[in-house]
């Protein structure tokens, strides 16, 4: 693999190898499976492979949450060392390289930006929005990857090429998580060790509470969800609800499901200082 850091290097290995389809895999870094999946995903369909590591000061709600965030480059370029393939280019910019000028736009997403994420980080898919744009017409991708884990940045991503008619497909990948079903994410490693053992309560209530629509109303699926979760000493849920991956509408009584959406509970906990997110599919019934 080539490690470039400048945009130009990026578009000089481009053109002189000419393979497609162009897979890219934007990360943040501190790599862990769940980053590797979506690499195997792209290696796996396209023979030429972009993975950029860049932490976005744009999409930032909270300056601590971005001083902490963890930088691991030489670890990340080893586990990239064994997945990617001669030609494929690891992408490390700095910040100059991404925002050679104030980027100043401002993005409309319709409802998503009205429930979740965009009301507990109001900014942050403002600056996904600008890095993911500013990536894509650096890398002119033709498929890119990204993880389910980020239910609702897939969507906004999704809308992003809409409205800026990118030629790009979008592919959702599944949550990886650790042997006790924590999601997998940079941060985990951030949560003190007692929070961190309280941690897989998360994804053991969402399994729970997926099967308990069959029979319980969706208030009292919130409710359990919320109560059995802050249980546990240092957990605290900030949003759960349930949304249909094409409308984003919280779903408030099983009279509102349709037949033939898909519908999942996403989450978002304050685990000590560190947020966790995660969500699981619900089954129609
Ligand atoms: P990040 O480095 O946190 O910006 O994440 C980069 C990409 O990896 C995003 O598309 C995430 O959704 C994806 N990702 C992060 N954690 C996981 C996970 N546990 N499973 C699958 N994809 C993930």
């Known amino acids: 693999m080539k490690v470039i850091r400048t945009v130009y ?10 393979l497609h389809p162009l897979g890219f895999v934007p990360t943040m870094g501190a790599l862990h499976e769940g980053h590797i ?10 023979p030429l492979v972009v993975v950029s590591i860049y ?31 001669e030609n494929d280019m690891v992408f490390t910019p700095d910040d100059k390289e991404i925002y050679p000028a104030a980027d100043n736009r401002v993005f409309h997403f319709g409802n998503l930006d009205n429930v979740m994420e965009a009301l507990y980080r109001p900014g942050h898919f403002n600056g996904v929005a600008k890095v993911v744009s500013r990536l894509f017409d650096i890398v002119q991708p033709d498929v890119a990857f990204f993880g389910l884990k980020d239910f609702q ?12 008619r990118y030629n790009v497909r979008i592919a959702g990948i599944p949550i990886v998580r650790e042997p006790d079903g924590l999601a997998m994410s940079s941060r985990n490693r951030l949560l003190e060790p007692e929070i ?21 109303d969706i208030s ?21 609800e349930i949304v249909a991956d094409t409308q984003f509408i919280p779903v408030k009584t099983k009279k509102e499901l349709k037949n033939g959406c898909r519908y999942y509970g996403c989450i978002a906990v304050k685990a000590g200082k560190i947020r ?7 089954p129609l019934v």
């Open 9 to 18: 290097g990026i578009q000089n290995q481009k053109k002189k190898l000419h």
């Open 37 to 46: 999946s979506l690499v195997n995903n792209a290696t796996g369909e396209c």
């Open 55 to 85: 932490v976005n000061p744009t999409q930032f709600n909270d300056t601590e949450d971005l001083k902490n965030y963890p930088r691991t480059l030489s670890a990340d370029l080893g586990k990239l060392g064994t997945v990617l393939r």
């Open 153 to 164: 940045q897939i969507a906004v991503i999704r809308d992003l090429v809409r409205q800026k």
């Open 196 to 216: 961190r053992k309280e941690a897989p309560v998360i994804y053991k209530t969402l399994s729970v509470a997926s099967a308990l629509i069959k029979d319980h």
């Open 220 to 240: 009292y699926i919130k409710n359990f969800v919320t109560k059995t979760i802050e249980k546990s000493a240092g957990l605290s849920v900030e949003y759960f």
């Open 276 to 282: 966790l997110i995660d969500n699981i599919e619900f």
